[in-house]
């Protein structure tokens, strides 16, 4: 069964710096989200793409971040000066049509 | 301001019992998910309600929306151990801007 794939599981990164996630969405999808999740907590919509471009993101989804799509099969999100507040879990998702999103197993992001 | 409010946020019951999980929002959609997560792990979709009146069943568990009361339930049947997970609701305010609410953390007693 086709599912959508994150790397890396874990990333820990120093504060400030750049950091890269990506995100492998299932292959005929055609919407892409990527959420966040600090431990235990709710679950917090940042962006959704479309068509090679951002069709709604969130407050959170500020100028430090941005999303590509660079090749056809990557989806990725780039934090471009990591905070500690930044420090979650991040699950890619995609979709066939806006219906039921698939979600990735997550990259645990730690910013020291 | 846009809200999406569960209750309760934690629930402990009997293995056989029926329960139901609420799911509130502040502004109109037209569309409603509800996830499962088990602890240290992603997200699963359950269900997808598109419109008012729609009821989803899957095994146990059975999904109604209200859009009028902005209002959707998740109704859980003799419920089993396998159940325990935290639950979501998450609504789409409109051009795929999905808000979810806090989860609720179903907790099964064998």
């Known amino acids: 069964e086709p599912e959508v794939t994150q790397t890396p599981s874990h990333q820990v990164t120093q504060m400030g710096q750049e950091v890269i996630l990506r995100c492998v969405p299932i292959s005929n999808h055609l919407y892409f989200y990527w959420y966040r999740q600090i431990l235990g907590q709710k679950v917090e919509f940042l962006v959704s793409?479309?068509?090679?471009?951002?069709?709604?993101k969130s407050e959170i989804f500020d100028d430090q971040f941005s999303v590509e799509r660079p090749d056809g099969s990557n989806f990725t999100l780039k934090i471009r000066s990591t905070k500690l507040e930044d420090s979650a879990m991040y699950f890619c998702a995609s979709s066939l049509y806006t219906d039921t999103q698939y979600f990735g197993p997550g990259t645990r992001l730690t910013v020291l | 301001e846009l809200k999406v409010e569960q209750n309760p946020l934690f629930l402990s019951m009997q293995e056989g019992k029926n329960y139901t999980i609420y799911c509130n929002y502040s502004t109109t959609s037209d569309r409603l998910y509800w996830y499962r997560q088990d602890p240290g792990k992603s997200l699963e979709s359950l269900f997808v309600?598109?419109?008012?009146?729609a009821v989803k069943q899957e095994g146990r568990l059975m999904a109604s929306l209200d859009t009028k009361a902005r209002l959707s339930t998740l109704h859980i049947t003799a419920a089993v151990h396998d159940l325990s997970a935290t639950y979501f609701c998450?609504?789409?305010?409109?051009?795929?801007?999905?808000?979810f609410g806090k989860g609720t953390r179903l907790h099964i007693l064998p």
């Open positions: 793409f479309y068509n090679n471009e951002i069709s709604e």
């Open positions: 998450a609504v789409d305010m409109g051009d795929d801007k999905i808000i």
């Open positions: 309600l598109l419109s008012n009146g």
